[in-house]
T-cell receptor, first 112, second 118 residues
Framework: KNEVEQSPQNLTAQEEEFITINCSYSVGISALHWLQQHPGGGIVSLFMLSSGKKKHGRLIATINIQEKHSSLHITASHPRDSAVYICAVSEIGGGSQGNLIFGKGTKLSVKP | DARVTQTPRHKVTEMGQEVTMRCQPILGHNTVFWYRQTMMQGLELLAYFRNRAPLDDSGMPKDRFSAEMPDATLATLKIQPSEPRDSAVYFC????????????????FGAGSRLTVL
């Protein structure tokens, strides 16, 4: 079974800081997902990627398949970015097609 | 925007009572998942349906939990009898995985049902 590790667990940053959240996994995957969960809110999918890099606004996600590692970057962070960011992986084939294995999440707090 | 609808949003009940949570997946999605989120364990898979057929419910305590999908527009998760350790947020998510392909797909999550068992 895949083990998904995230670091750091908690992160406090000042507004405008550049933020990096890391994720590593143990077994081959079909894709990696970055999710965002606001306090008291639901879960929103930010990115799904299987290679290279994706960018959406101030968010950038990268993945290195050989190293089994992904990073989520936030440029010019803002208090509204405060949330829990969750890394998840889609396993390859078998009976688990489409299922996600989740990391424990990184709680980000951006101070004004 | 298409969304996954979960009811109830909040439920407080007493130990031993039956709890039923409902989920309306996005029309056209062929996979439905039930996840449970707790502070200690994070998000964990409870049950998983493909084209309404249950594929994996190994994460679910079989003696008290049951998951069904009576039709394409409704998935249910039932706990009977409920226990305090069942207190958690239960998420339903749906997605589209092309048949016959190993599947990475973007899941759309519902807002969750927060259950408190006293």
């Amino acid at each position: 079974k895949n083990e998904v590790e995230q670091s750091p667990q908690n992160l406090t940053a000042q507004e405008e800081e550049f933020i990096t959240i890391n994720c590593s996994y143990s077994v081959g995957i079909s894709a990696l997902h970055w999710l965002q969960q606001h306090p008291g809110g639901g879960i929103v999918s930010l990115f799904m990627l299987s290679s290279g890099k994706k960018k959406h606004g101030r968010l950038i996600a990268t993945i290195n398949i050989q190293e089994k590692h992904s990073s989520l970057h936030i440029t010019a962070s803002h208090p509204r970015d405060s949330a829990v960011y969750i890394c998840a992986v889609s396993e390859i084939g078998g009976g688990s097609q489409g299922n996600l294995i989740f990391g424990k999440g990184t709680k980000l707090s951006v101070k004004p | 925007d298409a969304r996954v609808t979960q009811t109830p949003r909040h439920k407080v009940t007493e130990m031993g009572q039956e709890v039923t949570m409902r989920c309306q997946p996005i029309l056209g999605h062929n996979t439905v998942f039930w996840y449970r989120q707790t502070m200690m364990q994070g998000l964990e898979l409870l049950a998983y349906f493909r084209n309404r057929a249950p594929l994996d419910d190994s994460g679910m305590p079989k003696d008290r939990f049951s998951a069904e999908m009576p039709d394409a527009t409704l998935a249910t998760l039932k706990i009977q009898p409920s226990e305090p350790r069942d207190s958690a947020v239960y998420f339903c998510a749906s997605g589209l995985v092309p048949d016959g392909r190993s599947g990475a797909n973007v899941l759309t999550f519902g807002a969750g049902s927060r259950l408190t068992v006293l």
